[in-house]
């Protein structure tokens, strides 16, 4: 836990938080951390890769550490009212995930949601993509990687929380960033595209042997 440690110092809050993760390292390990970048304010996703699948039969002994997986949520549930200045969320699919929203809000910000082209790969920002949605009262609730293995690329799915005029708006600010700041100053040579519907968001290669991608495996 010496990452998180070093991460948390300066908070008595967040000295609170690790006790009540502290459990669920015993368990599954230690956790992978990735620190994301919100404007001037950085957020955390703690990560532990599970010992088991969820969606098989397990022995009494994968269901002893199931329970105490989710006796440890239970209690963090409680510190989450005491995080200042964050919002707690968790998931769980492939791993189990603890996620560290910084509160943040600004007017009239100019998100930069493309951090620009290596080889085949797109890179979108995770951090101000969800900062986006952030500023505007909502949050990603989930996002996957999609692989077509035959056209060679892979595209973005993101899950909100979001109505469909804010996604909408999110769609065009893309598309605009995306066709003004980046294809005409050809610092990408590669097409993407976004649609939404609803609170999801998708955003694809138009054309083969393109991946598009986040920069932190979130």
Aim: with cysteine.
């Amino acid at each position: 836990m010496n990452r998180f440690s070093e991460i948390v110092k300066e908070s008595n809050s967040f000295e609170e938080l690790e006790d009540h993760i502290i459990p669920i390292s015993d368990v599954l390990g230690k956790p992978n951390v990735a620190t994301l970048k919100f404007g001037d304010k950085e957020g955390y996703v703690f990560k532990w890769n599970l010992k088991f699948n969820i969606e098989e039969y397990n022995g009494t002994r994968e269901i002893s550490d199931i329970m105490q997986v989710f006796e440890s949520v239970k209690t963090l549930t409680n510190a989450m009212k005491r995080i200042e200045g964050y919002d707690v969320d968790f998931k769980i699919d492939n791993g189990f995930f603890v996620r560290l929203t910084p509160h943040t809000q600004s007017s009239g910000e100019d998100y930069k949601f493309i951090v620009g082209q290596n080889w085949r790969n797109i890179i979108l920002d995770y951090g101000q993509i969800a900062k986006f949605f952030k500023d505007q009262g909502y949050s990603i609730r989930n996002t996957k990687i999609e692989d077509n293995e035959y056209e060679e690329t892979s595209s973005v799915y993101i899950v909100t929380d979001a109505p469909d005029y804010v996604t909408t708006q999110f769609k065009d600010d893309f598309l605009s960033q995306f066709n003004y700041e980046y294809i005409d100053e050809e610092t990408i040579n590669r097409r993407i595209t976004c649609t939404n519907n609803g609170g999801m968001v998708y955003i694809f290669p138009e054309e083969e042997k393109t991946f598009v991608v986040f920069n932190q495996d979130v």
